[in-house]
Structures are given as structure tokens and as C-alpha cells.
């Protein structure tokens, strides 16, 4: 299974179980934003994204877990990381990560 179908498995339950988040598009792919309208994942090019606090982003990009984000414009985004989650736990572990620090108004 790809990253992009276990995202979107993850999306649909995450948004139907009424935890907060809802489905929206991001950079012309499926993704989620809390109640306060903020994306905080979403898939493109089969890589999870996600928003989470900088030192995190540092952290799973030195542990080999992430690689930088940079939305096409040549620069790392500094709260946004690319992830590859091997199966729906460790997406929907991700996602409500980076779902609770942005729902935090970080």
C-alpha cells in the first residue's frame, strides 16, 4: 500500500470520527485541517506531510524518519516535514501530532 492510500484511509477515518479534523486540498492534494482551519497534513508525491514544531521537524529529519519540505520554492519549510509511515498506525501518529500542535494555535 502507498503512502498516499494510507493517508487517505487514515484522512477519511480521522475526519469521520469527529476528532477535530476535517478533509480539505493543499498544494492540489487531499489533506486535513483542524476546526480552526489550519492544515496540519496532508500526501503529495507519496510522502506524508505534516506541521509540527520546528525542533521536531530537526529531530525526525536527523533520525532519518523525515526530509525537509520545501513547497517547490528552493527553501525548507521550517514546521513542515516529508515522512514515510510504513502502515496506518504510524500515519495516524503523525497526523494527530501534528493535528495537536497546530489545534494548539502554534
Given at each position: 500500500?502507498?503512502?498516499?492510500?494510507?493517508?487517505?484511509?487514515?484522512?477519511?477515518?480521522?475526519?469521520?470520527?469527529?476528532?477535530?479534523?476535517?478533509?480539505g486540498r493543499m498544494f492540489s492534494s487531499g489533506g486535513l485541517k483542524t476546526?480552526?482551519?489550519?492544515?496540519?497534513?496532508?500526501?503529495?508525491?507519496?510522502?506524508?506531510?505534516?506541521?509540527?514544531?520546528?525542533?521536531?521537524?530537526?529531530?525526525?529529519?536527523?533520525?532519518?524518519?523525515?526530509?525537509?519540505?520545501?513547497?517547490?520554492?528552493?527553501?525548507?519549510?521550517?514546521?513542515?516535514?516529508?515522512?514515510?509511515?510504513?502502515?496506518?498506525?504510524?500515519?495516524?501518529?503523525?497526523?494527530?501530532?501534528?493535528?495537536?500542535?497546530?489545534?494548539?494555535?502554534?
Open positions: 500500500m502507498t503512502v498516499g492510500a494510507i493517508f487517505d484511509e487514515v484522512a477519511r477515518r480521522l475526519a469521520g470520527e469527529g476528532g477535530g479534523l476535517e478533509q476546526a480552526n482551519g489550519k492544515f496540519c497534513a496532508f500526501s503529495k508525491d507519496n510522502e506524508l506531510v505534516v506541521k509540527l514544531p520546528a525542533e521536531r521537524v530537526s529531530q525526525l529529519i536527523a533520525n532519518g524518519e523525515g526530509r525537509a519540505f520545501d513547497a517547490g520554492k528552493g527553501r525548507p519549510m521550517k514546521e513542515w516535514v516529508r515522512l514515510f509511515p510504513a502502515d496506518e498506525d504510524a500515519c495516524a501518529a503523525y497526523v494527530c501530532e501534528a493535528r495537536d500542535f497546530v489545534a494548539a494555535g502554534r
